[in-house]
Structure formats: structure tokens, C-alpha cells
């Protein structure tokens, strides 16, 4: 079992739709979540970190889930500007070891 | 500007022949990290340093070395390339332990004939 699993995809959604992606993880004692976003062929960028509470910036909301062991992250009113490929990252609580899932890929559309 | 550069951006070369990426950040970050990015296998952790002269391996250490002498700087050097490390490789940093996520450079597409 991979230590971080994700939908490929892609998905395509028109825009305005609401999107929603899933990602578990099977490392129990992980501590810190994010989601970054990479675009084709270029470095990944950090989209958000993920809190026990969850939270929200803007369009995108993000859910942590410890007991199931998964993240979410919502995105409200897609844009075409938000097609790109999303990746799950969690860390054990030390910046030097990094798990990302393979990401799952976001198509918005007119 | 806060970033990290890495160079070259493209690299083709042939088998055997020793190369360094470099990598370098102005953010006074103290853990840099290097990953490779293969298709279907997401991001995976070659080496990864905590601090000046601090270096440990990740998941896929064979074939690659490196060094950190300065905390700016964290080259990734491949002594013998074979083809079976063609492919993208990301430079990384970060400012403290978990909770910032990484910064990474803008990548170094590597092709081994």
C-alpha cells in the first residue's frame, strides 16, 4: 500500500463547478498535511497547509480527517485557472521527510 | 526575492559522464532537500539535509551524492549517470521542522543517453 494514495483523475468540471478531492495516508504517527499545486512540467507550490480544524483561503477549503486517516481539499467556483494537478503531501512532523502522493489532475472547462 | 535557483534547467548528457546540479537559496532556510519526479511515481526523496554537514539519505539514494557546505547551497551530484536517472529533478527548501511546507526551485530536466 503506498503511504499516500490519490485519484489520479483527471477530473473535468466546467467552470464554476465545486470540486472535491480525497487523499489517505497510512503513516498514523504523520502530523503535518498540505496540499500543493503543480502545474505541467513545472515545481510544485504550496496551495495550503491542512489543520486539525480545517481551513479556508478563498475558493479552497481544506479537511483533515485523523480517525480515517484522509484529507480533502474543496475547491468552490472552478476556475480554468485552477486546472493543474494537486498533490497530497504529509510529513511526519520533520521537514526533512516529505510523502507525496502521486497527485490528482484538475481539468476546469468553459 | 525569496527562491530557490536551480541550474541547468536542461541537461542532456551521456552515460558515465560525472555533472552537479546546483542548488541554491537566500531564504536562510536550514533543511534543503532534493527529489526526482517520474511519471506514476510521484516525488520521491533522493537526499535531504538538515543543516551544514548535516546529510541523510532519502528514498532513492543510488547513483547520487551530495553536499552541504554552505547552508545557502545543496548540489546534487551524479558521479556515473545512467539512463535510469533521466528524469525531473527538484531542489527544495524549507525553514523549520513540518509546519512550512517546502519552497522548491523551478526544476532541472536531466536526460541520460
Known amino acids: 500500500r503506498k503511504e499516500v494514495e490519490q485519484d489520479p483523475g483527471p477530473f473535468n468540471v466546467p467552470e464554476g463547478a465545486t470540486v472535491a478531492f480525497n487523499c489517505t495516508y497510512s503513516?498514523?504517527?504523520?502530523?503535518?498535511f498540505f496540499w500543493y499545486r503543480q502545474d505541467c512540467r513545472k515545481e510544485p507550490k504550496l496551495l495550503m497547509s491542512?489543520?486539525?480544524s480545517g481551513n479556508e483561503d478563498g475558493r479552497f477549503t481544506a479537511q483533515l480527517n485523523r480517525a480515517s486517516q484522509y484529507i480533502s481539499l474543496l475547491i468552490r467556483d472552478s476556475k480554468l485557472s485552477d486546472s493543474a494537478t494537486y498533490l497530497c503531501?504529509?510529513?511526519?512532523?520533520?521537514?526533512?521527510?516529505?510523502?507525496f502522493g502521486t497527485g490528482t489532475r484538475l481539468q476546469v472547462t468553459l | 526575492e525569496a527562491q530557490v535557483t536551480q541550474n541547468p534547467r536542461y541537461l542532456i548528457t551521456v552515460t558515465g559522464k560525472k555533472l552537479t546540479v546546483t542548488c541554491s537559496q537566500n531564504?536562510?532556510?536550514?533543511?534543503m532537500s532534493w527529489y526526482r519526479q517520474d511519471p506514476g511515481l510521484g516525488l520521491r526523496q533522493i537526499y535531504y539535509?538538515?543543516?551544514?554537514?548535516?546529510?541523510d539519505k532519502g528514498d532513492v539514494p543510488e547513483g547520487y551524492k551530495v553536499s552541504r557546505k554552505e547552508k545557502r547551497n545543496f548540489p546534487l551530484i551524479l558521479e556515473s549517470p545512467s539512463p535510469n536517472q533521466t528524469s525531473l529533478y527538484f531542489c527544495?527548501?524549507?525553514?523549520?521542522?513540518?509546519?512550512?511546507?517546502?519552497?522548491f526551485g523551478s526544476g532541472t530536466r536531466l536526460t541520460v543517453v
Open positions: 527544495a527548501s524549507s525553514l523549520m521542522s513540518g509546519n512550512y511546507g517546502y519552497t
Open positions: 503513516n498514523s504517527a504523520s502530523q503535518s
Open positions: 491542512v489543520y486539525s
Open positions: 503531501v504529509v510529513s511526519t512532523g520533520t521537514a526533512s521527510k516529505l510523502t
Open positions: 531564504m536562510n532556510h536550514e533543511y
Open positions: 539535509s538538515m543543516n551544514v554537514e548535516v546529510t
